[in-house]
């Protein structure tokens, strides 16, 4: 198969794993069951049949409504989707389709959960990124064992690093943030600075941007600080060893 094609099926993978991202992000918070009752239309509670749950196109077809009860359906959905969908083919074209998308694609999916989930509850559950830290050194045990030393203490040192910003500024970012980080490192090796460096940056500007526009209320509600983590994983994802050389080239030569 041409490596666009494959590029291409890696995508549409990604974008039934995003479905399911979506179950995810709004019943884990409340403990229920990701498995059963199959999904539901969240105003008449019926049972989406298969047919209109494909997707993105279920939802653009049907017009963002029910088709029982007309009523409409969040765009987060398709969005959830399309993300997905996006992260993987971009994470298959830029790192290549070997053994390593074993590791990167389910990390990838770990992080629009966390983020989602974040948004609306303002925790990072520890359901997620336990089993992602797991999963991360056991994996990379198999299919990348050479690079794992370089994993362990760059997890370790992003745990750290926001484990301090987090003591330093505690009303900026909880413990499940400064899990999440280590997490990352176990993932991206190296690559974790730029990405904690474009979570920060991405963080400080809309925070600025809200504190323009509401004033001292902002301080009061804060900023959920997981999708900015998840903005840089994903960027350091697709474009991580890049950047650094990017950086080595125009500050270190």
């Known amino acids: 198969m041409p490596v666009v094609g494959a590029v291409a099926v890696v995508g549409l993978m990604g974008a039934a794993i995003g ?13 229920e069951s990701l498995v059963h009752p199959r999904s539901r239309c969240p105003s008449c509670e019926t049972q989406i049949a298969a ?26 959905y398709p969005a959830v989707e399309l993300l997905t969908a996006v992260s993987f083919a971009a994470v298959a074209a830029a790192r290549g389709l070997d053994a390593d998308l074993i590791v990167l694609l389910p990390f990838a999916a770990v992080l629009v959960a966390v983020a989602g989930i974040d948004l609306d509850h303002r925790i990072v559950p520890n359901r997620i990124v336990v089993p992602a830290a797991i999963f991360g050194i056991a994996a990379s045990a198999f299919v990348r064992l050479d690079e794992l ?5 760059a ?42 460096f474009i979570a920060f940056l991405a963080g400080t500007a809309v925070g600025v941007a809200k504190i323009a526009r509401e004033g001292s209320e902002a301080r009061k509600s804060g900023v959920p600080f997981a999708p900015f983590l998840a903005l840089g994983g994903l960027v350091a994802l697709v474009a991580g060893p890049e ?4 950086y080595e080239d125009n500050f270190l030569s």
């Open 243 to 246: 950047l650094i050389e990017l």
């Open 19 to 31: 479905s399911f991202l979506n179950v995810v992000i709004h019943r884990l918070p409340r403990r």
């Open 149 to 153: 030393p370089e994993l362990l203490i």
């Open 155 to 196: 997890g370790g040192g992003a745990f750290m690093f926001l484990l301090l910003a987090a003591l330093a500024y505690p009303g900026g970012m909880g413990m499940g943030d400064v899990k999440l980080a280590g997490v990352m490192g176990l993932y991206l090796g190296l690559s974790v600075v730029p990405a904690l």
């Open 51 to 76: 047919y209109d749950n494909l997707p993105v196109v279920s939802w653009l077809l049907l017009r963002g409504r029910c088709r029982t009860c007309a009523e409409p359906i969040s765009p987060r």
